[in-house]
């Protein structure tokens, strides 16, 4: 236990069994999802699961029951429209099982945060403690992945005898004489949204939980390993995104109610803009800047052709993940450009929550996530001042991550955001409090 607070408040080991056993889950859950992204879903799942087996045998199941919120009543209504739009989707069962996967998702997500709402400070402090731990685990494995050239993942493969055909894409592996040798750092790529995005929940669970001065010893570490393992990975989308959540933090402590402004500004704008914008990009013949990467310049021919073929259903959009479905039929009847070095494609997904959005959801659908955003955004000014410049920089990071990245359906990715948020909500029970006592004892030595 590195908080003293327990030790003061004399609370007894049997008090503290299901706070040291829930924590160890989630350090094992935070862990995992770092090590590999794809893991996201199980982990989620795990938790979700560990969480609810332990309210049902403490007879505390009823506090899982969500509460009806502006959040929860914004989530479910997108989430909603999104299955009712399958309706008029080119494949209904694809759609329906995907937007029945997020539903869960979100269901499970509001289920937790209750849970933390009603739970013990000394059980809080354990969990906050896996939180954090788990994270620097993971982190510290990203770290020396870096540094060795995966070297970790090599050795595993090949002890359990990995062949070439077990391991795609075949082009990110070399082999040679029946062993795996090389891996590409595009191997990595995935793992960065998670570790992005994490990273302040795990930052707030280190300020709630640690004893001074090793709170900001141990933060500032963090985020400086953090920054050094996104920085080398081959994912720009990571790279903006920790940028832009140290920005948001620091403005936050500079001037809270401006820093809110800012970011509700840029939600909206990325939520209702984005179409033109996409389109704008393209008649600006960014696609073919040589100051821009390969991969921005794909994107934006990708998104040009994700807005013109969403200016075909603006309301109501064609149905929630027909993407996936109907990209590839498109992509056969485009033609290359003359010129043009890079391939002419929809791509299966957007490569942006947003373009996706319009383009699936239509104008209706881009107008239930902004409000849902601006829903989660008045609920962060609801928190505490000391814990908002953290809930900023999260929504800031996320925001970015969504925004040129991977696709809104893709299971690991909303189960990472659902995540996200549930590790918010346990270190956004701790920080409060802590000052709370912190304050207290000040007082009293006084």
């Not at 929809?346 to 659908?365: D, K, N, P, R």
């Amino acid at each position: 236990m590195f908080s003293s607070e327990l030790d003061r408040a004399g609370h007894p080991f049997r008090t503290r069994t299901w706070g040291i056993l829930l924590g160890s889950i989630i350090l094992a859950a935070v862990a995992a999802a770092l090590v590999s992204a794809k893991t996201v879903p199980f982990v989620f799942a795990v938790t979700l699961a560990s969480f609810l087996t332990a309210a049902v045998i403490r007879g505390q199941l009823a506090h899982a029951l969500p509460r009806r919120g502006s959040v929860s009543l914004h989530l479910a209504i997108f989430l909603l429209y999104a299955l009712t739009s399958s309706a008029w989707a080119i494949d209904p069962q694809n759609s329906i099982v995907n937007t029945l996967a997020a539903i869960l998702v979100g269901g499970g997500t509001l289920a937790l945060l209750r849970l933390f709402a009603d739970e013990t400070r000394p059980n809080l402090l354990h969990m906050g403690e896996g939180l954090w731990i788990g994270f620097i685990v993971g982190l510290l494995y990203l770290f020396t992945e870096i540094l060795t050239d995966q070297s970790i993942k090599i050795w595993l493969y090949n002890m359990i005898h990995m062949a070439p055909d077990d391991l795609k894409p075949h082009s990110y592996f070399g082999w040679s004489g029946g062993k795996l040798v090389t891996i590409s750092r595009e191997d990595l790529t995935r793992n960065m949204a998670p570790l992005t995005i994490f990273l302040w929940p795990a930052i707030a669970g280190i300020e709630g939980t640690l004893r001074r001065p090793w709170t900001i010893v141990v933060a500032v570490l963090t985020v400086i390993v953090a920054g050094a393992v996104v920085m080398q990975a081959p994912h720009e989308t990571s790279k903006l995104a920790l940028i832009v959540g140290l920005a948001t933090f620091g403005c936050a402590h500079v001037g809270m109610r401006l820093t809110g402004r800012l970011v509700a500004f840029g939600w909206v704008v990325a939520c209702l803009a984005v179409l033109p914008a996409a389109l704008i990009a393209y008649r600006l013949d960014l696609h073919n800047a040589s100051w821009l990467q390969s991969s921005a310049q794909h994107r934006i021919i990708i998104w040009n052709l994700t807005a013109e073929q969403a200016l075909k259903s603006p309301w109501l959009g064609v149905g929630a993940r027909t993407t996936y479905v109907l990209g590839p039929r498109l992509e056969r009847d485009l033609a290359k450009q003359p010129g043009a070095d890079l391939r002419w494609s929809l791509s299966a997904h957007s490569h942006s929550v947003y373009l996706q959005t319009w383009f699936e959801l239509g104008l209706i659908g881009a107008v239930l996530l902004t409000l849902l955003g601006l829903a989660i955004l008045q609920a962060i000014r609801s928190l505490a001042a000391q814990l908002q410049p953290y809930a900023y920089a999260t929504f800031a990071s996320a925001a970015v991550m969504a925004g040129s990245s991977y696709g809104m359906w893709q299971i690991w990715f909303v189960s990472a955001f659902g995540f996200c948020a549930v590790l918010f909500g346990l270190s956004a029970r701790l920080i409060p409090e802590a000052q709370q006592i912190r304050g207290s004892a000040q007082n009293v030595s006084a």
